[in-house]
């Protein structure tokens, strides 16, 4: 038979608390992280160059910004944004950007996972806790 508490309810098991050391960290598991992590933010960027590209393109901001900088003598009235900024332009640097960001990230991640290993190493690790709720 169950016991029952004030509320008519079950009763709360009580909360168990565990104390863990991390120790170690996967060299290649951390890598892959990496690499899944900074493969969707290349995704988005790519993606907010395109929608940026068509908002300036299709709402006659670039026709805007060229009349500015005109005015302020920083480009010639002919040529501008909107002929400078192309669509294959601004993709490839949104790709260009994404691809340097991915090998750097997943870079960075590596060494990373390497350094905590090391200094894991002469600590102990990071002691985390740990609830059941």
Known sequence: ???????????????????????????????????????ALGIATIVGFILLWALVSFTGLGASLNNLLAGLGLVDATSGVSQAATFAKVVGFGVGLSVFNMVLGTLLAGIW????NVIARFTGGLSVGFTNN
């Open 1 to 39: 038979m169950a016991k029952f508490g004030r509320r008519g309810g079950a009763a709360v098991p009580p909360v168990k608390q565990v104390k863990l050391k991390l120790v170690h960290i996967d060299f290649f598991s951390a890598v892959k992280m990496a690499f899944m992590v900074t493969l």
């Open 113 to 116: 996972a390497l350094v905590y």
